[in-house]
Nanobody, 124 residues
Framework: QVQLVESGGGLVQSGGSLRLSCAVS????????MGWFRQAPGKEREFVAA????????FYAQSVRGRFTISRDNAKNTVSLQMNSLKPEDTADYYC?????????????????WGQGTQVTVSS
């Protein structure tokens, strides 16, 4: 069983920064592709960023490219999302997700395990 626990959400002013972390249980974490998604009230869950099992490649939604950075530490079984220059439209619940087949995709349906989410609110 794979469990994911996010942390680091909160309230921040526009232009500020937050760092989200996701702790992942499971002995084969280093084989998983990992992603971050977000869901704003009344909207569909959307892709934010993803990283390959090695951390060698990263992928971003156009809306966050240049502002957000995804990273992972396979020794600690964690994946992080550094969010800079935050905007009110970044307000959402943020979820980390694991693709145990190691395939990086932007599709919600391709990820096998999900965390419970952490709330990010950006005030204007």
């Amino acid at each position: 069983q794979v469990q994911l626990v996010e942390s680091g959400g909160g309230l921040v002013q526009s232009g500020g920064s937050l760092r989200l972390s996701c702790a992942v249980s499971g002995r084969t974490f280093s084989r998983y592709a990992m992603g971050w998604f977000r869901q704003a009230p009344g909207k569909e869950r959307e892709f934010v960023a993803a990283i390959t099992w090695s951390g060698g490649s990263t992928f971003y939604a156009q809306s966050v490219r240049g502002r957000f950075t995804i990273s992972r530490d396979n020794a600690k079984n964690t994946v992080s999302l550094q969010m800079n220059s935050l905007k009110p439209e970044d307000t959402a619940d943020y979820y980390c997700a694991a693709d145990t087949l190691g395939q990086v995709t932007t599709s919600v349906r391709d990820y096998h395990y999900w965390g419970q989410g952490t709330q990010v609110t950006v005030s204007s």
